[in-house]
Nanobody, 122 residues
Framework: VQLQASGGGTVQAGGSLRLSCAAGRTSSNNGVGWFRQAAGKEREFAAAISWNGGDTVYADSVKGRFKISRNRANNMVYLQMNSLKPEDTAVYFC?????????????????WGQGTQVTVSS
């Protein structure tokens, strides 16, 4: 299973970006999460969504600014990022969970896509 993340770029603080993850048909019944990794830091959880989109969970650092959604018809998962801050700068990864419900632990994810760089300038 390959996941493909896209949509990264450079934006000024306060701006918005929407990341896309092509999760593939085989992940349609799995939760999907977004993680991020800043240079020199460990990978951290950002947001996750259940298999049917009914449940979402966010890291405190992005709550109220980021929104995760999914379109099961085309197997896409999105991360709408608003009010971006320089500390949001990182490589963002999407991952498919082992089960129908995802969480904040990387150990609950089976398949990972390549990352997309998000840079927020001050």
């Amino acid at each position: 299973v390959q996941l493909q993340a896209s949509g990264g770029g450079t934006v000024q603080a306060g701006g918005s970006l929407r990341l896309s993850c092509a999760a593939g048909r085989t992940s349609s019944n799995n939760g999907v999460g977004w993680f991020r990794q800043a240079a020199g830091k460990e990978r951290e959880f950002a947001a996750a969504i259940s298999w049917n989109g009914g449940d979402t969970v966010y890291a405190d650092s992005v709550k109220g600014r980021f929104k995760i959604s999914r379109n099961r018809a085309n197997n896409m998962v999105y991360l709408q990022m608003n009010s971006l801050k320089p500390e949001d700068t990182a490589v963002y990864f999407c991952a498919a969970a082992i089960g129908a419900y995802a969480g904040d632990s990387p150990s609950r994810y089976r398949y990972w896509g390549q990352g997309t760089q998000v840079t927020v300038s001050s």
